[in-house]
Every structure is written in structure tokens, then in C-alpha cells.
């Protein structure tokens, strides 16, 4: 298996909604990440992963809230949204943590997520 | 903090014809790497430099890493259809982080 898997793959929330996003990955990898990525713009980082611990926070708004239960499975939990959060969040995982060798990124195919 | 820019910001060719896109970054980088990402798709790892003055081939696509480290180019020789889409870079600075570039948006047309 050489894919990471994202649920939903469209989601429209309200800004009082909680909902969560799903990423999962069975290649092994130790690191895995959260993007957000708007039109026509580099994805930008939100969160990094290595070994299951929570290694880089980009100063992301608390309203984001990171969770990794296994080595496979990466969630993104959101709650009390903005309209300028809408946005194609990215999941990716990769061979190695960040010990200043980064390896290639598998990404998933992304969570559009529109917020009303 | 870490900046990397790429140009052009967009380039429309006609198919058969030769692409270049370049990317700049601000600091010294331990690495590069190039993804593609095609309309409304996801980015795909392409390549990954790590040798100063380092040069890959794929096919139709050269890649070269800068001797300072600080740069790099992707080159596609006669562009087909199949290669529209935006090409990032992405380098390891010091922090390692990994930080896409700004990106290139390659239209081909007939």
C-alpha cells in the first residue's frame, strides 16, 4: 500500500460545528503532517508528527486540534471555524522524522472543507 | 524566516516546447525537492537533491541543485499535454522544516 487515505473528501461545516478530519497511511512511515493549502498557493505547514508526538506546531489557531492515536492514523479535530479557514487540507507522511534529512512526501488527495 | 520563490509564476507553451522553472531560496538549504500537482489534485513527490551542484534526469525532466545550495531548476524538454500542472519546490533549511516554494503553473496547449 503506497497511499494515504483522507476522509472526508469534501466537508461543509458550520462555524459552531465540531468535526474532524481523517488521515491514514500503512507504508510505515514515522512522520506525518497537516497542510493547508488555498488557491493557487503553496501548502502551507500546520502540524508535524514523528514517532507519534507532536514535533511542530507552525502557530497554528487552537480552534485546529492535532491528534495521532497509532503510527497510521493522523486527525485534525476542528471546532468554532472562520469563513477563512476554507481551505484543501493536505495530509503526508514520509520515511523520517525531522532529524535534517527529509525524505519525499506522500501526500493524500486532500479534505476540501468549506466553512458557512 | 525560511522564504523560497519560484518564477515564473505562470508559463503557457505550446506543446513540443522547452519549460524552465526556477526556484530561490532565501537560505542555504540541506535539500531540495520538486512535486507536481495537476488541477484540483494533490502534490506528487517528483525528485529530491541533496549534492551541491547536483543534477537528475527523468525523462523529459532535468533537475539541478544550485552550488550554493541556495537554488534550482527543473527543465522539461518538449512539453506534452500530460505535464500541465503546478511544479513546487520545496527545501530543508535549518530548522528542518520543509517549505514549498510559491510554485509555477504550466499550461500547454496544442
Known amino acids: 500500500d503506497t497511499e494515504v487515505t483522507q476522509t472526508p473528501k469534501h466537508l461543509v461545516m458550520g462555524m459552531t460545528n465540531k468535526k474532524s478530519l481523517k488521515c491514514e497511511q500503512h507504508?510505515?512511515?514515522?512522520?506525518m503532517y497537516w497542510y493547508k493549502q488555498k488557491a493557487k498557493k503553496p501548502p502551507e505547514l500546520m502540524f508535524v508528527?514523528?514517532?507519534?508526538?507532536?514535533?511542530i506546531n507552525e502557530s497554528v489557531p487552537s480552534r485546529f486540534s492535532p491528534e495521532c492515536p497509532n503510527s497510521s492514523l493522523l486527525n485534525l479535530h476542528l471546532h468554532a471555524l472562520q469563513p477563512e479557514d476554507s481551505a484543501l487540507y493536505l495530509c503526508?507522511?514520509?520515511?523520517?522524522?525531522?532529524?535534517?534529512?527529509?525524505?519525499?512526501?506522500?501526500f493524500g488527495s486532500g479534505t476540501r472543507l468549506t466553512v458557512v | 524566516g525560511q522564504q523560497v520563490m519560484q518564477i515564473p509564476q505562470y508559463q503557457h507553451v505550446q506543446e513540443g516546447e522547452d519549460f524552465t522553472t526556477y526556484c530561490n531560496s532565501s537560505t542555504t538549504l540541506s535539500n531540495i525537492q520538486w512535486y507536481k500537482q495537476r488541477p484540483g489534485g494533490h502534490p506528487v513527490f517528483l525528485i529530491q537533491l541533496v549534492k551541491s551542484g547536483e543534477v537528475k534526469k527523468q525523462k523529459r525532466l532535468t533537475f539541478q541543485f544550485g552550488e550554493a545550495k541556495k537554488n534550482s531548476s527543473l527543465h522539461i524538454t518538449a512539453t506534452q499535454t500530460t505535464d500541465v500542472g503546478t511544479y513546487f519546490c520545496?527545501?530543508?533549511?535549518?530548522?528542518?522544516?520543509?517549505?514549498f516554494g510559491t510554485g509555477t503553473r504550466l499550461q500547454v496547449t496544442l
Open positions: 503526508a507522511s514520509s520515511q523520517e522524522g525531522i532529524t535534517g534529512v527529509n525524505y519525499g512526501y506522500t
Open positions: 507504508m510505515g512511515h514515522r512522520a
Open positions: 508528527y514523528s514517532y507519534e508526538k507532536l514535533s
Open positions: 520545496a527545501g530543508t533549511g535549518t530548522a528542518s522544516k520543509l517549505t
